[in-house]
């Protein structure tokens, strides 16, 4: 079964929940602050493509991923992620830390960032 990043936020308070896998029943769904969280879609929020979408560099043992952002304590790429058949990786990063982390190298995969500001961001691992 293909592995899909499932990222749900609240609309009011910004909780991020992470869903292992989502409910399929008609009128069901996680609630917070009293109102139905919303999922996430990647690249849908309109911001700078080239400050938000994660790179990467093949290298002999993985890749090299690059999110070329600001990382400020009030506007930071919190999070990258790699999104395989099977698998996942995920790297949390913080404010004054470089955007950037090593994974490995899956051809196919779904490569995510997160920023706290503007959302979701992805590409595909080729």
Known sequence: MKKELIIKKCKKCGALIHVIEDCTCKDC???????????????????????????????????????NHVMDKEHFIEWITLIAQDKEYFVTLYPEQDAQCHLPYISGAKLYAYCNQHGLWETEVK
Do not use: R
């Not at 979408?53 to 999110?67: A, H, L, R, S």
């Open 29 to 67: 769904g996680m609630v917070c602050c009293g109102e139905p969280m919303e999922k996430l879609k990647s690249n849908s929020v309109d911001a700078s493509f080239e400050k938000h979408v994660p790179t990467y560099e093949k290298m002999d043992d993985g890749i090299f991923v690059k999110v």
